[in-house]
């Protein structure tokens, strides 16, 4: 996706912005992991779960809980993409660039 992004940015105003949409994504992934992280803590937190000591019963219900969650939010996520539609524009677009690179 984020090739297309750069594809993009190239086809509208002659720039090839490769170097900033990468380090800008990159950026925004790693910010993006704080929430996920913090909420697998707060659930774990929530269950009671010390870690290396024998769990009390209501820990092993918070990690299948977590479990359960991540894979809810990444099917969420596969949802999405599902609807991206970039595809179908790319004939299009790599027509222009063909274009640009010839003149």
Known sequence: ??????DCSERKSGIRPTGFIYSTASNGIKIGHLPGSVRGAAILAMGHYVPNINQTTSSPA???FNYAL????ELCSWRSV????VDQLFPQKAEDLKKKDIK
Do not use: N, P
């Not at 996706?1 to 750069?6: C, G, L, P, Q, S």
């Not at 599902?82 to 539609?85: A, M, P, V």
């Open 1 to 6: 996706m984020f090739a297309d992004k750069v």
């Open 70 to 73: 991540a894979i809810l939010i």
């Open 62 to 64: 918070a990690i299948r």
């Open 82 to 85: 599902l609807f991206y539609k």
